[in-house]
């Protein structure tokens, strides 16, 4: 609302809101550290573990940061930009979800405490970028080589992912499958596409019982059960193309006159589709894979040919049995020839758990797609192995791309507070206050930890800063080693993460933090409501006046 001359002029349509000024950003801040506090119990390897029911009484119960956020459901526009930054965070990582979620939280909270000594929230905003690029270099100083051949290394940085994730049982197990499948899968020049990593999960048996396939599993049958049940030394035909007689493009009817010209007509429908299953056969294929469906008459001869075959296979599936068996997929029945099809050493339909049976696809010679199917006791236990190997595919496919890991247990985070309040004392002026504050939330992490392992936090951040102030080679890699509540060196308990989780985490979480701290003006627009009360009652009234026609005489 403005005023000209005394005169209130309305500019926003009526029940909008509007906030401004400190209040706005109270609100902000306010919303964004109630998302941070909802998920910091969840960090580290001691974390608890969170229960999700929706509307409809489906229930999640995990630790992921992530999964968390977006499951809630959250109104507040501030904060649902905590959540746009857990997005990204598994988006670019896969890792570190919860770690960008906190540190932003603790940012807005720091900013707080200094938009109360009067210093400009500009002035705020560009400290912390500052103190996040300067950040940026720090960790690329830290950081430490990975060769794609050093197996153990990646091993721990897997091993780092999934630690907190309910599997410390299988753990060993999940490692070794883990980054076997992802050095599989690599690329000559590095890259790593997990899309090439299928997960399958399955109810039933223990964590123990996963295991990673050196090829594919389809989760379909044979079409018919003559069909042979394990196709050794395979020869595979990808088709993505109807085995089904032609049907007209524009409609068209034929009239038939006689019982002979129907016999004729199905005779060369018959006729067509066996011609199309010669042409598979004398490609030399023994097994067919099918996007589209199978005729039933094609699939009595194909089994009669001894083919073992399968429809309606997804179109990701025929992507990754092509890139692991090297077979072509084919879009059309005259393209059929013996060069386009794949290899494998044995297609075998096998049950896989009670009563459900799926096809595995094995001895690849070069598989660059690979399966892992994971097991678990009840649906819930299988869903959350899944979001843990899903982050170790993705943590150890990062590592291996970049090439560089830090040390976990909060080393880096307390490193990086140190050196930044050096670097702060050369900056001067009212942006060293903001690099302080940033130096200073960073440090929420290592005392999280202590927090979520029942320890006490302020003698686990004496201790640690103590440790890195002493410099020194293994001073930097010092974090908190909750399992026996000390101070440790990270490298050697193997607790180490990709150099991608860390800077990503910081360099959103200050974004995020910034565009929340440069907003001074909240307008709201108001609900799109039903009528009004008025105007029901106009409604109601014109109704009620229709009820005058029942005096009308009858016809």
């Known amino acids: 609302m403005s005023s000209l001359g005394g005169q209130p002029i309305l500019i926003l349509k009526e029940g909008s809101q509007r906030t401004r000024g400190r209040d706005a950003q109270s609100g902000n801040i306010a919303a964004a550290k109630a998302v941070a506090s909802a998920v910091r119990t969840t960090l580290g390897p001691r974390g608890m573990d969170k229960m999700l029911v929706?509307?409809?009484?489906?229930?999640?119960?995990?630790?992921?940061?992530?999964?968390?956020?977006?499951?809630?459901?959250?109104?507040?526009?501030?904060?649902?930009?905590?959540?746009?930054?857990?997005?990204?965070?598994?988006?670019?990582?896969?890792?570190?979800?919860?770690?960008?979620?906190?540190?932003?939280?603790?940012?807005?909270?720091?900013?707080?405490?200094?938009?109360?000594?009067?210093?400009?929230?500009?002035?705020?905003?560009?400290?912390?970028?500052?103190?996040?690029?300067?950040?940026?270099?720090?960790?690329?100083?830290?950081?430490?080589?990975?060769?794609?051949?050093?197996?153990?290394?990646?091993?721990?940085?897997?091993?780092?992912?999934?630690?907190?994730?309910?599997?410390?049982?299988?753990?060993?197990?999940?490692?070794?499958?883990?980054?076997?499948?992802?050095?599989?899968?690599?690329?000559?020049?590095?890259?790593?596409?997990?899309?090439f990593v299928k997960v399958e999960k399955k109810v039933g048996g223990s964590i123990e019982d996963s295991e990673i396939i050196e090829g594919m599993i389809i989760d379909k049958e044979r079409v018919h059960p003559a069909m042979p049940r394990v196709v050794k030394d395979a020869k595979i035909l990808l088709l993505n193309a109807a085995v089904e007689f032609k049907k007209t493009e524009v409609d068209a009817e034929i009239s038939i006159t006689s019982p002979d010209q129907l016999q004729m007509f199905l005779d060369e429908e018959e006729r067509m589709i066996k011609a199309i299953v010669d042409k598979i056969v004398a490609s030399g294929a023994t097994v067919l894979f099918c996007q589209k469906g199978i005729d039933d008459i094609a699939q009595h001869y194909l089994a009669k040919a001894g083919i073992f075959a399968v429809r309606r296979v997804k179109k990701s599936d025929m992507e990754k049995l092509a890139r692991a068996t090297g077979a072509a997929v084919v879009s059309s029945i005259d393209a059929i020839a013996t060069e386009e099809l794949g290899k494998a050493g044995n297609v075998e339909e096998k049950k896989v758990s009670a009563g459900e049976e799926m096809i595995f696809v094995t001895g690849c010679e070069n598989p660059k797609a690979v399966s892992v199917i994971i097991r678990g006791g009840t649906e819930h236990v299988v869903a959350e192995l899944d979001r843990a190997i899903e982050d170790a595919l993705r943590v150890v496919s990062v590592a291996l791309e970049d090439q560089k890991f830090v040390a976990g247990g909060g080393a880096p985070e307390i490193e990086l507070s140190l050196r930044l309040r050096e670097y702060a004392a050369t900056v001067g002026g009212r942006a060293q206050l903001a690099i302080e504050a940033f130096a200073n939330a960073l440090e929420i992490i290592p005392r999280t930890l202590a927090e979520n392992a029942g320890l006490d936090p302020i003698d686990m951040l004496v201790a640690l800063r103590a440790a890195h102030e002493k410099g020194g080679e293994s001073g930097k890699y010092m974090g908190l080693d909750v399992f026996n509540a000390v101070s440790g060196n990270m490298l050697d308990a193997g607790v180490i993460e990709p150099l991608r989780v860390k800077t990503q985490a910081v360099s959103s979480a200050a974004e995020a933090a910034v565009m929340i701290l440069r907003i001074d003006d909240v307008i709201a627009a108001s609900r799109s409501a039903g009528p009004s009360p008025e105007e029901m009652a106009a409604m109601g009234g014109g109704m009620g006046g229709m009820g005058g026609m029942g005096g009308m005489p009858p016809m």
């Open 54 to 195: 929706d509307t409809i009484g489906d229930v999640v119960i995990t630790n992921d940061g992530v999964t968390i956020l977006k499951e809630m459901d959250i109104e507040h526009p501030a904060a649902k930009m905590m959540v746009e930054i857990a997005k990204t965070q598994d988006d670019e990582v896969g890792d570190g979800t919860t770690t960008a979620v906190v540190i932003a939280g603790e940012l807005l909270k720091r900013s707080e405490d200094l938009l109360d000594q009067d210093v400009h929230p500009t002035v705020i905003a560009h400290g912390y970028r500052m103190a996040a690029d300067k950040a940026q270099s720090i960790l690329g100083e830290i950081a430490i080589d990975v060769s794609p051949e050093d197996a153990e290394t990646l091993k721990k940085i897997a091993d780092t992912a999934m630690t907190g994730k309910g599997v410390e049982s299988a753990k060993e197990k999940l490692t070794d499958l883990v980054v076997r499948a992802i050095t599989m899968v690599a690329e000559e020049d590095g890259t790593v596409d997990i899309d």
